[in-house]
């Protein structure tokens, strides 16, 4: 049985490592595009995201049908480990190369192409297993303060990038809320967090119960009923 969850657990982290590390490069470069067209070069980029955005979906799939949560804890930090060393080389790739995103041209250079789709794959990647595993994942991050900086400027810079389809920028917006990166919205709910706290409820004090006073008998002499009725 042990044996078997190795073989399982270590088959999943493979196949999410290759989702991880995949690039545009081999795409862009066969296609019959010319390198110096930078619009028609995004374009294409926008369409293979796409395509890579339906391979995370299936790394998602998988990912859940580990079944036990200490399984997919396990294999979340693994991914976690991975995709923080990703992001934090190509970031460094970006500031080196002064790329601003959603200022600067879609870059014609490999090694910059590659950094910036490596980012935008793998933050939305992170992403999708936050919101699907959220009761877990998010301490993942948050108890590391080097990745949850590295998270809260990877969603920002992606969201900048204007390269993404809206359905990501949905998700993008929903991270920054669950990660509280971002004031929830009054409506925000995650529906696959387990144990969703509400707020507290206004505690309203109890009214003190009104004592009732007993009546004072004045002090003194009282003529009895018997003495009442003979006089």
Known sequence: MVLDFKINLKSIVSFCMVIIFVTFHTALTEKNEPKSDSKSAEDLFRRLYKLERTEQAAAIKALLKLGTEIKQTKMV??????????LNKSRHILDKANFVPGES????????RDALSNILENTAFLGDIILRLPDFSQQVIVNNTEWNELFKWSLIFSNKSQLLDSKTITLLNLVNQEMNYTDRKPNYVNPYRKVNN?????????KPKKVKKKKLIPKGPRLSSRQHGEL
């Open 77 to 86: 930090e693994a991914i976690a480990d991975r995709v923080f060393s990703v």
């Open 105 to 112: 041209s879609f870059p014609s250079e490999e090694n910059i």
């Open 198 to 206: 509400p707020p507290p409820e206004e505690v309203i004090p109890e």
